[in-house]
């Protein structure tokens, strides 16, 4: 990833020779057009010289990173929300398919929308294991883990964050509508995957996998462990869940600012520990590597940056987005953002990465929207929608590969398995988009 945006550096400091420079400016009617002006490349030493101030621009993004990377790092070190999951599991065991996968489905996508990670490949195996206890095949087992969480993840109400603050959107804003979108395509998700496995159950034959040799493991699936839920768990579950409805309410209801995030947040992760019983050292040191772990993406945000100010300084960056809405000018708000998704979805194999792709585009997402009449909020849903869904085929992104080797699902078996879904969803999400372009969600 480093290597890749360095290069995009030295592309972009290219492109400021070759293009034609130009801005948006606005005419005697109030209007932007676009309009030429002289060159101003920027040589490959400037470039390098952009990477601070890329890194100081970007600081209150990277504030508010490292704060949920801390933050969020303990209350996943507490378990409370494996320890949820294991608990409802394990008393719908004897339910039954019918009840048990959209019940699981839906766990798994509100995992992945309020702490989604790739570090959310350790759950699949639950999913194996499920599968295997209900004499499913291994892609069941996926579908219900790694597909659940990735459709969380794809319609978080929260990850979307880095995308907002870039766009100039509040942060945490538009979290009711997103958080019903999650729900919606949970919903498709896990009527996908139950009716796929009702066909096994009564045809095994009908797998997806292509033979019968998954059916030589079944028998490896031992019998389930009791599970107990402590109130602990209950009490951890419901204070990490609460603290984002009550940052949103004081920065945007009350207009106290970003610093109402790692205000609640940072009490919240610590009482979280102690509840759990982790003593002060160990919530520091958890703390730390939560920070630690988003020390990266903070130094590719900042690279991103930089990436912005070649642009922006060389004046090809209203160059780019001009020509690249040129095309969607004549579809209205709505199609213009259903092509903007587009366009982020295939960048989306090249630049796996939601952080790097968000610093990366967003500064040429967002002169296009604005040049289209799209606001901010449906031009960062559209973002989302392009970024997120299609991680569900992407060969490039380690959480969808490694996850389908835990799985032992092969790709090419996967990718024919999940395309309709993925095609249901992206159809319902361009939907969703129109509609919310035509009700000016802002």
Not at 83 to 104: A, E, N, R, W
Not at 183 to 196: D, K, M, S, W
């Amino acid at each position: 990833m480093l290597f890749l945006l360095l290069g995009l550096m030295v592309f972009m400091s290219i492109l400021t020779y070759i293009l034609p420079a130009g801005e948006f400016v606005e005419n005697a009617a109030g209007l932007k057009e676009y309009v030429q002006i002289d060159r101003t490349p920027i040589n490959l030493w400037q470039a390098l010289l952009y990477i601070y101030e890329g890194i100081a621009n970007s600081s209150t993004i990277l504030a508010l990173l490292l704060v949920i990377g801390g933050c969020v790092e303990i209350t996943l070190t507490t378990k409370s929300l494996d320890h949820l999951i294991d608990f409802c599991l394990y008393k719908l065991q004897d339910k039954g398919s019918t009840v048990l996968l959209p019940v699981m489905f839906l766990l798994m996508a509100l995992l992945g929308g309020f702490g989604g990670s790739d570090a959310l490949i350790a759950v699949i195996p639950i999913g194996v294991l499920f599968a295997k206890k209900l004499h499913l095949d291994p892609i069941v087992g996926a579908g219900v883990s790694f597909l659940g969480t990735m459709v969380g993840f794809s319609t978080s109400p929260t990850g979307i964050f880095i995308a907002q603050g870039l766009m100039g959107v509040p942060v945490y804003s538009g979290f009711g509508t997103r958080f019903l979108n999650l729900l919606l395509c949970a919903a498709i998700g896990a009527i996908y995957v139950t009716v796929y496995a009702k066909r096994i159950e009564k045809n095994p034959a009908k797998s997806a996998m292509g033979d019968l040799a998954w059916q030589a493991e079944l028998g490896e699936a031992g019998a389930m462990e009791e599970k107990k839920l402590d109130v602990r768990d209950l009490v951890i579950t419901l204070l990490f869940f609460g603290q984002f409805p009550l940052a949103i309410a004081l920065n945007l209801g009350l207009g106290l600012g970003m610093g109402t995030m790692p205000a609640v947040m940072i009490p919240v992760a610590i009482i979280c520990g102690y509840i759990n019983g982790m003593k002060a050292q160990q919530i520091g040191d958890t703390f730390a590597k939560g920070v630690g772990g988003m020390g990266f993406i903070c130094f590719i945000i900042g690279i991103a940056g930089a990436i912005s100010l070649i642009m922006k300084n060389g004046h090809i960056l209203d160059t780019v987005a001009y020509y690249a809405s040129l095309p969607l000018q004549n579809l209205g708000a709505g199609f213009a953002a259903v092509g903007i998704s587009m366009v982020v979805s295939l960048l989306n194999f090249f630049i796996p990465s939601a952080s790097a792709k968000a610093a990366a585009l967003i500064p040429i997402v967002k002169p296009m929207a604005e040049n289209l009449g799209i606001t901010g909020q449906v031009a960062v849903q559209a973002f989302q929608i392009g970024d997120g869904f299609c991680n569900l085929i992407s060969p490039f992104l380690g959480w969808t590969m490694g996850g389908l080797a835990i799985a032992k699902v092969p790709y090419q078996k996967w990718v024919k398995w999940v395309l309709p879904l993925l095609l249901i969803l992206l159809v319902t999400e361009y939907v969703v988009l129109v509609v919310l372009s035509g009700m000016g969600w802002s």
